[in-house]
């Protein structure tokens, strides 16, 4: 199993950023997958951006060009800067670990983007 540690959400006013840190319990380099979700009682959970052990990267169209997914191996943590936040990007965010073909989530974290 992976547990995975998740920090950075909050209250940010619109064209502000944020970065959100997510730590696994396993070596990051042994995880395929990590990858951040967000959800809204209105929509089903969509993708904001995954990266794979190789530093392959994939975007939701909506946060194309405002994000940036890394991870950071000696750390141990995968990080999502946010730019020019809208409102629109308010939701819970939930960082995703795909290891041995299964998948693991955190708990969210709240991101607000409110004047």
């Known amino acids: 199993q992976v547990q995975l540690v998740e920090s950075g959400g909050g209250l940010v006013q619109p064209g502000g950023s944020l970065r959100l840190s997510c730590t696994p319990s396993?070596?990051?380099?042994?995880?395929?997958?990590m990858g951040w979700y967000r959800q809204t009682p209105e929509k089903q959970r969509e993708l904001v951006a995954n990266i794979t052990s190789g530093g392959t990267t994939n975007y939701g169209d909506s946060v194309k060009g405002r994000c940036t997914i890394s991870r950071d191996n000696v750390k141990n943590t995968m990080y999502l800067q946010m730019n020019n936040l809208k409102p629109e990007d308010t939701a819970v965010y939930y960082c995703?670990?795909?290891?041995?073909?299964?998948?693991?989530w955190g708990q969210g974290t709240q991101v607000t983007v409110s004047s």
């Open positions: 995703n670990a795909r290891y041995m073909m299964y998948d693991y």
């Open positions: 396993k070596f990051i380099a042994s995880i395929y997958s």
